[in-house]
């Protein structure tokens, strides 16, 4: 419990920093901050197979199921995910407030662009946004990180586990 504790704070530590470096060089405002926090994947990615070696090798005594592998690696995002959730919240709520009012700004242009949109219906939009924004954001940051871990442990898992009879620990 551990090892996917470290290993899910080390990824949000990624996370967070990334999301600041976005803040401070106001990348995040840009065309180029859609895709800027996806930086983060790699690591979570490589979190995960360092968490499934340590809990193999230390844990496990060097055999490791399927199933272990994704529990360890589910574990990382969920404890990642808390760590973002939490830091989501201080990040929208006082370090970047802002954020919430361009993101609005933008759907809004959006949404008048679309012939088929009154101006009520733009109206009610963007203050049920406004409303829901904050705590969407931290709850999309909890799951977001859940899920991406799941589906990277599927894989990863794959290759950290071992096979049945196979001992994980190899003879010199």
Same mark, same amino acid.
């Given at each position: 419990?551990?090892?996917?504790?470290?290993? &899910?704070l080390y990824s949000a530590g990624v996370a967070i920093a990334v999301t600041l470096i976005g803040?401070?060089?106001?990348?995040?405002?840009?065309?180029?901050?859609?895709?800027?926090?996806?930086?983060?994947?790699?690591?979570?990615?490589?979190?995960?197979?360092?968490?499934?070696?340590?809990?193999?090798?230390? #844990?496990?005594?060097?055999?490791?199921?399927?199933?272990?592998?994704?529990?360890?690696?589910?574990?990382?995002?969920?404890?990642? &995910?808390?760590?973002?959730?939490?830091?989501?919240?201080?990040?929208?709520?006082?370090?970047?407030?802002?954020?919430?009012?361009?993101?609005?700004?933008?759907?809004?242009?959006?949404?008048?662009? $679309?012939? $088929?949109?009154?101006?009520?219906?733009?109206?009610?939009?963007?203050?049920?946004?406004?409303?829901?924004?904050?705590?969407?954001?931290?709850?999309?940051?909890?799951? &977001? #990180?859940?899920?991406?871990?799941?589906?990277?442990?599927?894989?990863? &898992?794959?290759?950290?586990?071992?096979?049945?009879?196979?001992?994980?620990?190899?003879?010199?």
């Amino acid at each position: 419990m551990v090892t996917t504790i470290l290993f &899910g704070l080390y990824s949000a530590g990624v996370a967070i920093a990334v999301t600041l470096i976005g803040y401070f060089t106001g990348i995040d405002k840009t065309s180029t901050g859609s895709w800027f926090g996806w930086l983060s994947v790699p690591f979570l990615i490589l979190f995960i197979w360092m968490a499934m070696n340590e809990r193999k090798r230390e #844990d496990y005594n060097g055999n490791m199921s399927y199933g272990q592998c994704i529990g360890t690696g589910t574990l990382v995002g969920l404890f990642a &995910g808390i760590a973002v959730a939490i830091f989501m919240y201080v990040y929208l709520t006082n370090i970047n407030p802002g954020f919430v009012d361009f993101t609005i700004q933008k759907t809004q242009a959006s949404m008048q662009s $679309n012939p $088929n949109m009154s101006a009520d219906q733009i109206q009610k939009a963007t203050s049920m946004t406004r409303q829901w924004f904050v705590p969407m954001g931290v709850l999309f940051a909890l799951i &977001g #990180d859940v899920f991406f871990a799941l589906i990277i442990s599927l894989i990863v &898992g794959a290759f950290v586990k071992t096979k049945e009879g196979e001992s994980g620990v190899k003879a010199v």
